[in-house]
């Protein structure tokens, strides 16, 4: 099984950007769906950005297409979320998720996840 640990979160204002990024160990990234989460304070966690295997299919929440851009590297076992534009309500822990099924947006369906990453915006 694949292990998932993310880095890069911090305190930024609003309109600035952050990248995120999630290292995969113990097994192949490219076995995997991939994809980024969100839990903001007194919310349920939330789909941000999906990616498949292969990085041919891509999906964005509304709330962050066009602001953010998720991508893979499956030779480095790595994922990343470039965050442009940050807005206030961006404020929460970003968790990195990877699934053994169909790509989904659906948080229940992914078999691993990482400690999560403290994103917060200042307004």
């Known amino acids: 099984q694949v292990q998932l640990k993310e880095s890069g979160g911090g305190l930024v204002q609003a309109g600035d950007s952050l990248r995120l990024s999630c290292a995969a160990s113990?097994?192949?990234?490219?076995?995997?769906?991939m994809g980024w989460f969100r839990r903001a304070p007194g919310k349920e966690r939330e789909f941000v950005s999906i990616?498949?295997?292969?990085?041919?299919?891509?999906y964005y929440a509304d709330s962050v297409r066009g602001r953010f851009r998720i991508s893979r590297d499956n030779a480095e076992n790595t994922m990343t979320l470039e965050m442009n534009f940050l807005k206030p309500e961006d404020t929460a822990v970003y968790y990195c998720a990877a699934s053994v099924h169909a790509l989904t947006v659906a948080p229940g369906t992914y078999d691993f996840w990482g400690q999560g990453t403290q994103v917060t915006v200042s307004s």
């Open positions: 113990g097994d192949s990234a490219s076995n995997y769906a």
């Open positions: 990616i498949s295997w292969s990085g041919d299919t891509i």
